[in-house]
């Protein structure tokens, strides 16, 4: 599975982007599709992440109620909205596909994109 991100740029806080990941290969509606992000000197941690079918949607802490992902299996693609975006949301943001369940860690996730960078100004 090859995984592409777009959609990322500059945006004054407050703003919203959606991010797409566009993926390649077969079988991309038996993926777990996660988002990551990472800014600079950080860790890359979870932002959010949907289960195969859509039917199952986890968010971390800091972007409950702002960031919406979601999926069209028939466009073999996955979608983070970001709303009322705020400084601290600047990075590098990566989508990521696992097979079967879906997780918070990282480390369980099989392929991964080369990241959108998304900067968010005061």
């Known amino acids: 599975v090859q995984l592409v991100e777009s959609g990322g740029g500059l945006v004054q806080a407050g703003g919203s982007l959606r991010l797409s990941c566009a993926a390649s290969g077969r079988a991309f509606a038996s993926y777990a599709m996660g988002w990551f992000r990472q800014a600079p000197g950080n860790e890359r941690d979870f932002v959010a992440v949907?289960?195969?079918?859509?039917?199952?949607?986890y968010y971390a802490d800091s972007v409950k109620g702002r960031f919406t992902i979601s999926r069209d299996n028939a466009k073999s693609t996955v979608y983070l909205q970001m709303n009322s975006l705020k400084p601290e949301d600047t990075a590098v943001y990566y989508c990521?596909?696992?097979?079967?369940?879906?997780?918070?860690?990282?480390?369980?996730?099989?392929?991964w994109g080369s990241g959108t960078q998304v900067t968010v100004s005061s």
């Open positions: 949907i289960s195969w079918s859509g039917g199952s949607t």
């Open positions: 990521a596909a696992k097979v079967e369940w879906v997780s918070t860690e990282k480390e369980e996730y099989d392929y």
